[in-house]
């Protein structure tokens, strides 16, 4: 029903910004977009959600303040911002989505910020 693919993911200092999008395909009417994480030998972690409507967000303290989530319903597409990159944001970025839970995943983009 839905595939997203993520890109925009790459090499940055720390300090740097990076923008990843998450392109949805099928419907997603009444769904929630989220961003996950995953650094090599650790869980995959919550990092930003947002509503159907773009109104209300929710953030993981660790990257509450530099990270920035935000959707473009009409294109079918969820962003997120990276700001003031560190180090221990290297990880694998996954899009979710899904109603009540996430029922869909992104394939990951692969995001690495050097010290």
């Known amino acids: 029903q839905v595939q997203l693919v993520e890109s925009g993911g790459g090499l940055v200092q720390a300090g740097g910004s990076l923008r990843l999008s998450c392109a949805a395909s099928g419907r997603t009417y009444s769904y929630g977009m989220g961003w996950f994480r995953q650094a090599p030998?650790?869980?995959?972690?919550?990092?930003?959600?947002?509503?159907?409507?773009?109104?209300?967000?929710?953030?993981?303290?660790?990257?509450?303040?530099?990270?920035?989530?935000?959707?473009?319903?009409?294109?079918?597409?969820?962003?997120?911002?990276?700001?003031?990159?560190?180090?221990?944001?290297?990880?694998?970025y996954y899009c979710a989505a899904g109603v009540g839970g996430y029922d869909y995943w992104g394939q990951g983009t692969q995001v690495t910020v050097s010290s």
């Open 41 to 92: 030998g650790k869980e995959r972690e919550f990092a930003a959600v947002i509503n159907w409507s773009g109104d209300r967000t929710q953030y993981a303290d660790s990257v509450k303040g530099r990270f920035t989530i935000s959707r473009d319903n009409a294109k079918n597409t969820v962003y997120l911002q990276m700001n003031s990159l560190k180090p221990e944001d290297t990880a694998v």
